[in-house]
């Protein structure tokens, strides 16, 4: 009579009171490093608010010319600066995040690891270090030179600093869609077009718009690309492509350098100007993006 031993089960699992505490770990140390990062955002947030607040006026965000110096806070506006932000962070805008999907489309989706594909994405992550007075430099030495200051000047450096940012952020979105969706649209006969077009990119819009808003976020806050390519003038000029300019942030560093009170608390009332305009761009990504999605659902 034949002795069958039964298998043993082995269990693999680590102990149940092992993994409570790595998991209790991970979640204090999580929270401990949230805190650490939210302290100093928020002591800035509360900082330009206290100091900005008592200058925010109709007045100073729509009228002009910018004051001097040595006048009032409550003299003069804001009014160009706002203009002359808005005006060149849009053409930015305009000029990169296009052209930064498309490349990051490329490069996901079309090159592959072939040699164009390699060669871009290297510049995109060398490009994403290079220091703004670089940019700055850069297109003061290849436009301003030959065709004067600008604020199409100024929205070329900033464009060339939110290009690398949309590239790379937006390759990492086009990644994290799966092959599956892909498989599955080329076995009911779609081309690599309409795939890309109809289902890739939606997939991954909510992070392709988070990627575009960090690049809009960071461009809209430069001042160094800004003082070698539109200068900084008191007076506002709706024509982007000819003549000195002026911005929110180069007023904020002509401000808040100077020794008198009035102009402190206007390069105060900028920076919160500034905060708002992001604050209110983000939110508006947000809903469209929502809203494109529920959308797509449907």
């Known amino acids: 009579m034949a002795i069958t031993a039964e298998p043993q089960q082995i269990d693999l ?22 805190v650490l990062v939210i302290i100093p955002l928020a002591f800035v947030l509360f900082t330009v608010v206290a100091k900005g607040i008592s200058v925010i006026s109709a007045q100073f965000l729509f009228t002009g010319p910018i004051p001097p110096n040595t006048a009032p806070a409550d003299v003069g506006g ?12 849009a053409i930015a805008t305009i000029l990169a995040v296009p052209l930064g999907i498309l490349g ?26 290079v220091p703004s007075i670089i940019m700055g430099l850069f297109i003061f030495s290849i436009w301003v030179l030959h065709f004067g200051y600008s604020g199409f000047a100024g929205a070329l450096a900033l464009g060339c600093l939110m290009l690398p940012v949309v590239i790379r952020s937006t390759e990492e979105m086009l ?16 081309t690599k077009a309409r795939v890309t077009m109809t289902v890739v990119l939606p997939a991954a819009l909510g992070g392709i718009v988070s990627g575009a808003l960090l690049a809009v976020a960071r461009a809209a806050g ?11 003038v008191t007076t506002a000029n709706p024509n982007v492509f000819s003549g000195a300019n002026t911005s929110l942030p180069s007023q904020i560093f002509v401000n808040a350098s100077s020794a008198f009170t009035g102009a402190q608390d206007r ?28 959308f797509q659902q449907r």
């Open 78 to 89: 804001m009014g160009p600066a706002v203009l002359g932000t808005i005006e060149i962070t």
């Open 222 to 232: 430069e001042t160094a690309p800004l003082l070698f390519t539109i200068l900084t």
């Open 175 to 190: 990644k994290l869609v799966p092959d599956s969706l892909r498989e599955g649209s080329y076995a009911v006969g779609a």
């Open 104 to 129: 990051a489309i490329y490069i996901n989706e079309y090159g592959g690891r072939g040699p164009l594909a390699a060669v871009i994405r290297f510049m995109a992550n060398v490009m994403t270090g």
């Open 13 to 34: 699992r680590e102990p149940k009171g092992w993994r409570r505490a790595s998991n209790r770990i991970a979640t204090v140390v999580m929270v401990i490093a949230f």
């Open 267 to 294: 390069g105060w009332g900028a920076a919160l100007t500034l905060v708002v305009i992001a604050f209110v761009l983000m939110i508006a990504a947000r809903i469209v993006t929502a809203r494109f999605t529920r």
